[in-house]
């Protein structure tokens, strides 16, 4: 157990709707990072959050958001889905977000777009 | 800026031989390097990582690497796999990005473990 969670596991919608995602980083851990998983783009970076604040953006769509909050938690807002959007989406925490802390990662939500 | 490549999307090995998989990394300054092992419907975990200290790495489940500058790489090895060991191995490199530090991953070795 990672220490990290991630809430839902699983997810199903349809294209055009809005899900939000919930990661809930390590006891303590301030920096929280966003990825996707699919098949063809491996594992991509999206966002990073450290203590509330956006501190750095990967390959995230302008359909895309994400915050995070003043208990740390963060959420991952996807928009106007479309079937290109299916993939795991993994968060992961780490302390302070240096060069050379390991990132701690929940088990994902895989998310389905029919 | 620092990146890593992971040679062959696929590896296959046979229980009790020895398993190597390849890293090599892209990179200015010395680099931090990791590797994860990520099991079916899991998320990725650590194995282990490289932080200057010693070129040879041990981690966890018996796996080891060692970090050779001359050839930009950081390679993973096992001397005996186990069934257990069927996964989907990323080599990693913090990234510096505006200030911090980003996990960049590779694409992926999945490792397939024949009885």
């Known amino acids: 157990d990672s220490g990290v969670t991630q809430t839902p596991k699983h997810l199903i919608t349809a294209t055009g709707q809005r899900v939000t995602l919930r990661c809930s980083p ?10 996707q998983q699919s098949l063809d783009q491996g594992l991509q970076f999206l966002i ?3 203590n509330g604040e956006e501190r750095a953006k990967g390959n995230i769509l302008e359909r895309f958001s994400a915050q995070q909050f003043p208990d740390l938690h963060s959420e991952l807002n996807l928009s ?7 993939a795991l989406y993994f968060c992961a925490s780490s302390p302070m977000g240096t060069v050379n802390t390991e990132a701690f990662f929940g088990q994902g939500t895989r998310l389905t777009v029919v | 800026a620092q990146s890593v490549t992971q040679l062959g999307s696929h590896v296959s090995v046979s229980e009790g031989a020895l398993v190597l998989l390849r890293c090599n ?9 990791f590797w994860y092992v990520q099991y079916p ?11 200057s200290a010693a070129t040879l790495v041990k981690g966890i489940n018996g796996f080891e690497a060692e970090f050779k ?6 390679h993973l090895t096992k001397p005996s796999a186990h069934m ?11 990234r510096a990005s505006g200030g911090s530090y980003i996990p960049t991953f590779g694409r992926g070795t999945s490792l397939i473990v024949h009885p």
């Open chain 1, 26 to 35: 390590r006891s303590g851990d301030l920096s929280v990072y966003w990825y």
């Open chain 1, 48 to 50: 990073q959050y450290y």
């Open chain 1, 80 to 86: 106007s889905l479309e079937l290109g959007d299916s």
């Open chain 2, 25 to 33: 990394y892209s990179s200015s300054v010395p680099p931090y390097l």
């Open chain 2, 41 to 51: 419907n899991q998320g990725l975990q650590l194995l282990l990582k490289y932080t």
């Open chain 2, 69 to 74: 500058k001359s050839e930009t790489s950081f």
């Open chain 2, 84 to 94: 257990s060991d069927a996964a989907e191995y990323f080599c990693a490199v913090t």
